[in-house]
């Protein structure tokens, strides 16, 4: 069965940096595409960043492009989002996700806090 389990979040200072992961099983890693979400407390789940199965094609949120990067290593069936200059308005719960043969497949999210 497909599962993702996130990890890396915690709690950073303004300027800081973060890199999640999110391991994934249970099905053909490689050919799917995979993003990261985020929901702040009182808000609706966001998209941050998609890449496509071979890794060849990125998109971001504005809110995002220029200090967070998504990337994948096929071989580990691992994504990761290393993000950087860290705000306050990032702080949220970060989950990855898939679409497998039509259906959607979330992780459990890991939490990340931008506090001094």
């Known amino acids: 069965q497909v599962q993702l389990v996130e990890s890396g979040g915690g709690l950073v200072q303004p300027g800081g940096s973060l890199r999640l992961s999110c391991a994934a099983s249970g099905f053909i890693f490689s050919i799917y595409g995979m993003s990261w979400y985020r929901q702040a407390p009182g808000k609706e789940r966001e998209l941050v960043a998609f890449?496509?199965?071979?890794?060849?094609?990125?998109n971001y949120a504005n809110s995002v492009k220029g200090r967070f990067t998504i990337s994948r290593d096929n071989a580990k069936n691992t994504v990761y989002l290393q993000m950087n200059s860290l705000k306050p308005e990032d702080t949220a719960m970060y989950y990855c996700?898939?679409?497998?043969?039509?259906?959607?497949?979330w992780g459990q999210g890991t939490q990340v806090t931008v506090s001094s």
């Open positions: 890449i496509s199965g071979a890794g060849g094609s990125t």
């Open positions: 996700k898939t679409n497998v043969r039509g259906l959607p497949y």
